[in-house]
């Protein structure tokens, strides 16, 4: 069994910044596609980030260019480097690990993520 645990979210003003962490229970990276994701109150939970075993990254259109997904493989941990926030990125936000080869998923409680003035 893997536990997530995410920790760094608040409340910033527009256009201001944010990291979130994500801290494994265990090394996992070389077997697990990791990635943010964010729900807000009404919608579908939506993938924001991901960052494969090798490396690799993948963000959503909405926040190309102003957010950026990177690992720590020496603390298992994962980051999400917030910036330019918008009131629309307001939500909670999931981290996730995906097994490359087989079906298994696992998921963090999520942190609240406020963007407001």
């Known amino acids: 069994q893997v536990q997530l645990v995410e920790s760094g979210g608040g409340l910033v003003q527009p256009g201001g910044s944010l990291r979130l962490s994500c801290a494994a229970s265990?090394?996992?990276?070389?077997?697990?596609?990791m990635g943010w994701y964010r729900q807000a109150p009404g919608k579908q939970r939506e993938l924001v980030a991901a960052i494969t075993s090798r490396g690799t990254t993948n963000y959503a259109n909405s926040v190309k260019g102003r957010f950026t997904i990177s690992r720590d493989n020496a603390k298992n941990t994962v980051y999400l480097q917030m910036n330019s926030l918008k009131p629309e990125d307001t939500a909670v936000y999931y981290c996730n690990a995906g097994h490359i080869f087989r079906d298994v998923t696992y998921w963090g409680q999520g942190t609240q993520v406020t963007v407001s003035s």
């Open positions: 265990t090394n996992i990276f070389s077997m697990y596609t």
